[in-house]
């Protein structure tokens, strides 16, 4: 989960107020996000593909990827929204280290959280004294976005060797006060030094996710579309920006689904929109690439969490 605790952010939306909390006072500069230099990326035609496929409530996908830039093909099979987070776990780490240490004071303190034993700034500054510090500086690698059921989306990221953790937390319908990843969708990831040799499309719209603003430049018509999304900088703290791609049918307004894409008091099945895929949580420079079919009709690109903020963007296909 993207959990934090400590100074308090207040938003306000439409009267409702949402209380993020910043674990500002123990994690690492804002430099210690930007992960170093990477190569250019190679453009081209072919890239490498990994299937992952989504049901309620299991990811299947093969225990290991190769390095490097891979695109993933992910099958939304299940009868809820899903998504993949990819968190890269620092040296050393484990994936028990992450379930014993992360999830499980997470999901305890949540269930206080939902049974009103815990008020909400209870529950984040519990959270953060719980959060080992190893978390706070753990790299957001990306992931596909919100991907409705019945659709398939592809985002291409670049995954240095490594361990991770593959991870989905939409809340679960079967208890509302778990999340899909306590349900199954919770896996380890082994990135091995063997070379995907995977290759980036050439993008033709360009997002950019900074402090907390959402830029888009380029050809937003209808028609196959190559995105990239670029993360310049996340906020202090422990939020990471991401962006995904929802259709706005009828009278459904961005600020309906702005609101649900906050796990804290929200994201329970069903989404109340079509969900088309996107570009998961990153840290700083990181960069993912996605795919999008654009017919016409009314779309936003919309954060998670950071959504009611502002950092969406609502457009029309003609």
Same mark, same amino acid.
């Given at each position: 989960?993207?959990?934090?605790?400590?100074?308090?952010?207040?938003?306000?939306?439409?009267?409702?107020?949402?209380?993020?909390?910043?674990?500002?006072?123990?994690?690492?500069?804002?430099?210690?996000?930007?992960?170093?230099?990477?190569?250019?990326?190679?453009?081209?035609?072919?890239?490498?593909?990994?299937?992952?496929?989504?049901?309620?409530?299991?990811?299947?996908?093969?225990?290991?990827?190769?390095?490097?830039?891979?695109?993933?093909?992910?099958?939304?099979?299940?009868?809820?929204?899903?998504?993949?987070?990819?968190?890269?776990?620092?040296?050393?780490?484990?994936?028990?280290?992450?379930?014993?240490?992360?999830?499980?004071?997470?999901?305890?303190?949540?269930?206080?959280?939902?049974?009103?034993?815990?008020?909400?700034?209870?529950?984040?500054?519990?959270?953060?004294?719980?959060?080992?510090?190893?978390?706070?500086?753990?790299?957001?690698? =990306? *992931?596909? &976005?919100?991907?409705?059921? @019945?659709?398939? +989306?592809?985002? /291409?990221?670049? !995954?240095? #060797? %490594?361990? $991770?953790?593959?991870?989905?937390?939409?809340?679960?319908?079967?208890?509302?006060?778990?999340?899909?990843?306590?349900?199954?969708?919770?896996?380890?990831?082994?990135?091995?030094?063997?070379?995907?040799?995977?290759?980036?499309?050439?993008?033709?719209?360009?997002?950019?996710?900074?402090?907390?603003?959402?830029?888009?430049?380029?050809?937003?018509?209808?028609?196959?579309?190559?995105?990239?999304?670029?993360?310049?900088?996340?906020?202090?703290?422990?939020?990471?920006?991401?962006?995904?791609?929802?259709?706005?049918?009828?009278?459904?307004?961005?600020?309906?689904?702005?609101?649900?894409?906050?796990?804290?008091?929200?994201?329970?099945?069903?989404?109340?929109?079509?969900?088309? =895929? *996107?570009? &998961?949580?990153?840290?700083? @420079?990181?960069? +993912?690439?996605? /795919?999008?079919? !654009?017919? #016409? %009709?009314? $779309?936003?690109?919309?954060?998670?969490?950071?959504?009611?903020?502002?950092?969406?963007?609502?457009?029309?296909?003609?």
């Amino acid at each position: 989960m993207n959990t934090s605790g400590g100074t308090l952010l207040v938003v306000e939306l439409s009267g409702a107020m949402l209380i993020i909390v910043g674990l500002l006072a123990c994690s690492p500069p804002e430099t210690a996000q930007t992960p170093s230099p990477e190569p250019p990326a190679q453009v081209g035609s072919e890239p490498s593909v990994i299937n992952i496929t989504a049901e309620d409530y299991s990811f299947t996908a093969p225990p290991t990827f190769p390095s490097g830039w891979l695109t993933l093909r992910f099958d939304n099979q299940g009868e809820e929204t899903h998504f993949v987070s990819i968190l890269e776990l620092p040296e050393g780490k484990t994936f028990d280290d992450y379930t014993s240490q992360v999830s499980a004071p997470f999901d305890d303190l949540y269930a206080q959280y939902r049974a009103d034993e815990l008020d909400q700034a209870a529950f984040f500054e519990q959270l953060g004294a719980a959060v080992p510090d190893w978390f706070l500086t753990a790299r957001r690698a =990306g *992931g596909p &976005g919100f991907t409705a059921p @019945g659709l398939t +989306s592809e985002t /291409t990221i670049r !995954l240095a #060797p %490594g361990n $991770y953790v593959m991870e989905c937390y939409v809340r679960s319908m079967k208890e509302s006060d778990t999340f899909h990843g306590a349900h199954g969708m919770l896996r380890p990831l082994i990135v091995t030094d063997e070379a995907s040799h995977g290759v980036v499309p050439e993008a033709d719209i360009e997002i950019t996710l900074s402090n907390y603003t959402l830029a888009v430049e380029g050809d937003l018509s209808a028609g196959h579309r190559v995105v990239r999304v670029r993360v310049e900088q996340n906020p202090e703290g422990l939020t990471f920006h991401n962006v995904h791609l929802a259709k706005l049918d009828g009278d459904m307004t961005v600020e309906t689904v702005a609101a649900w894409l906050n796990w804290v008091d929200e994201m329970l099945p069903p989404a109340p929109t079509q969900f088309l =895929g *996107g570009a &998961g949580q990153a840290s700083a @420079g990181g960069e +993912s690439y996605l /795919t999008v079919n !654009l017919e #016409p %009709g009314r $779309y936003a690109w919309v954060s998670e969490l950071h959504g009611m903020n502002g950092m969406v963007h609502e457009f029309t296909v003609e």
